[in-house]
């Protein structure tokens, strides 16, 4: 059964750093692209940041673009969201999913992801 399990999430300051986890069960998850996503309360549910399979390309959201930063850890089967200097605005609840589509390249838009984890808060406040 393919699983991800989020962790990490927490309260941190404006300007700190948060490092957020997505580990994988059931699947080798380097095969597979992986994208992280974020709900706001009454907001739809946004790409944020997301990584290939095939070559370990990335793409970032606009509003996130030089702050976060997203990494693969192929022996721990896990795929990490580095959070640096976050916003009030980045508070969120945090979701990293799977695609097992056949496409090469990830994308941020959440149509194509067929796995998801539970979520991870994330608060951004002093």
């Known amino acids: 059964q393919l699983q991800l399990v989020e962790s990490g999430g927490g309260l941190v300051q404006p300007g700190g750093s948060l490092r957020l986890s997505c580990a994988a069960s059931?699947?080798?998850?380097?095969?597979?692209?992986i994208g992280w996503f974020r709900q706001a309360p009454g907001k739809e549910r946004e790409g944020v940041s997301c990584i290939s399979s095939s070559d370990g390309s990335t793409d970032y959201a606009d509003s996130v673009k030089g702050r976060f930063t997203i990494s693969r850890d192929n022996a721990k089967n896990t795929v990490y969201l580095q959070l640096n200097s976050p916003k009030p605005e980045d508070t969120a609840v945090y979701y990293c999913?799977?695609?097992?589509?056949?496409?090469?390249?990830?994308?941020?838009?959440?149509?194509?992801?067929?796995?998801w984890g539970q979520g991870t808060q994330v608060t951004v406040s002093s």
């Open positions: 999913a799977a695609d097992t589509t056949l496409f090469r390249r990830c994308v941020l838009g959440r149509q194509r992801y067929d796995y």
């Open positions: 059931g699947f080798t998850l380097p095969y597979y692209k």
